[in-house]
Nanobody, 112 residues
Framework: QVQLVESGGGLAQPGGSLRLSCAAS????????MNWYRQAPGKQRELVAD???????TYADSVKGRFTISRDNARNTVYLQMNNLKPDDTAVYYC??????WGQGTQVTVSS
């Protein structure tokens, strides 16, 4: 069965960095686009970044220039490198296979 397992969340200071990982299994990872979403308390879940099976990337305006999505098809893993973090980045971050399967989420808290 399809499984997506996120890791790498935690507490960071404003201006700091975190790297999220999502290990995928149960499907042919290289053939699917992958997403990172986030949901802050009291807000709707929003798309943060997308990467196609060919490696083309798109980002939400709020994270452009600060976040980078990448994938390693040999490791069946998608990453989200988050730099220059802001308190507004505080949320639960979810890995998704284009919205049909989801991980359990990993908490990111940005605070001094």
């Amino acid at each position: 069965q399809v499984q997506l397992v996120e890791s790498g969340g935690g507490l960071a200071q404003p201006g700091g960095s975190l790297r999220l990982s999502c290990a995928a299994s149960g499907f042919t990872f290289s053939g699917y686009p992958m997403n990172w979403y986030r949901q802050a308390p009291g807000k709707q879940r929003e798309l943060v970044a997308d990467i196609t099976s060919f490696g083309k990337t798109t980002y939400a305006d709020s994270v452009k220039g600060r976040f980078t999505i990448s994938r390693d098809n040999a490791r069946n893993t998608v990453y989200l490198q988050m730099n220059n973090l802001k308190p507004d980045d505080t949320a639960v971050y979810y890995c998704s296979r284009r919205g049909d399967y989801w991980g359990q989420g990993t908490q990111v808290t940005v605070s001094s």
